[in-house]
């Protein structure tokens, strides 16, 4: 358990494929950490794609009493770094090397969840590029965001 949240930590088991990994958090849903302190959770993965949901809370709250940004912004990043992952092998590992958004419209609190739904729209042995878009429980299109993720190889094992 995280003693921030009480949630469970998640394991990210290196011996899976990214996939695999992507199908573990779904099941296990909100994980400790940063995902979960701010209640994002992955709902749907297939190889190069992902959905995540958002439940929003007050505490997401700028100082106008709408959505922070920094909500959508993570959603962003968590949807795309998933839809990479996707794409990865056992022993290998993602980094966001960089991040676009696009507000285009607010999200009030009023609004139960935001969702996140991001495909990988190019990707070569090093790079994923990820288009994603951030709605509303309406179909209101809130954040389009695009994200580099770099596909890290596997670490290679110390000779001793």
């Known amino acids: 358990m995280d003693d921030h949240t009480g949630l469970p930590a998640f394991h990210f088991d290196r011996t899976k494929s990214g996939l695999e ?3 573990d958090w779904i099941a296990q849903g909100y994980v400790s950490g940063f995902s979960g302190a701010l209640r994002i959770k992955p709902v749907w993965a297939q190889r190069g794609a992902a959905r995540f949901t958002c439940a929003v809370e007050s505490r997401h709250s700028n100082f106008v009493g709408l959505v ?3 909500v959508a912004a993570a959603l962003v990043d968590m949807a795309a770094g998933t839809a990479a992952m996707t794409l990865i092998g056992p022993g290998e590992t993602i980094l966001t ?10 999200a009030p609190l009023a609004v139960e969840e935001l969702t996140a739904n991001a495909v ?3 990707h070569d042995a090093r790079k994923a590029i990820c288009d994603a878009k951030v709605t509303d429980p309406a179909g209101n299109l ?10 890290r190889p596997a670490r290679k094992a110390k000779e001793s």
Do not use: F, K
């Open 120 to 122: 990988v729209t190019y």
């Open 97 to 106: 090397v960089d991040m676009s958004i696009r507000y285009l419209n607010p």
């Open 142 to 151: 809130i954040v389009l965001g695009t994200a580099h993720i770099a596909l």
């Open 21 to 23: 990994v992507a199908q």
């Open 68 to 70: 922070h940004g920094g």
